[in-house]
């Protein structure tokens, strides 16, 4: 864990799972320099550790639910696609601006 300043901007330096980070704070204030250092590091080991927030996968409207499942349904089944879109567009029509918690 290093500071650099190259100029007028600070740089930050570290190892992660042996290969070297560095990348440019874009900032000439050292303590923000070090504070996006430990931010970056942060989301490298979330990353490595599948920690990461998917909050907004995980949230979604029903609309963009039935889009997903008439795409796929029509692969499946394309002989019935068509009242798939019908019933799917009722769902979407009344309930389709509704979130949904996965």
């Known amino acids: ?3 650099l300043k190259r100029g007028k901007v600070w740089w930050y330096e570290f190892w ?4 070297r980070v560095r990348e440019s704070s874009k900032t ?3 303590t923000l320099a070090k504070a996006a250092e430990q931010k970056r590091r942060r989301e490298l080991e979330e990353g490595f550790n599948n ?3 998917v909050r907004q996968e995980r949230v ?3 609309q ?3 889009d997903e499942y008439l795409v796929s349904y029509k692969l499946r089944h394309p002989r019935s696609a068509t009242f798939a879109e019908y019933a799917l567009g009722h769902v ?3 309930l389709g601006d ?3 918690s996965l």
């Open 1 to 3: 864990m290093s500071l």
């Open 16 to 19: 992660f799972t042996g290969r």
């Open 28 to 30: 000439g204030s050292k």
């Open 51 to 53: 920690l990461e927030d």
């Open 60 to 62: 979604r409207t029903i």
């Open 64 to 66: 963009d639910l039935a």
């Open 92 to 94: 979407k029509r009344l």
């Open 98 to 100: 509704r979130r949904l």
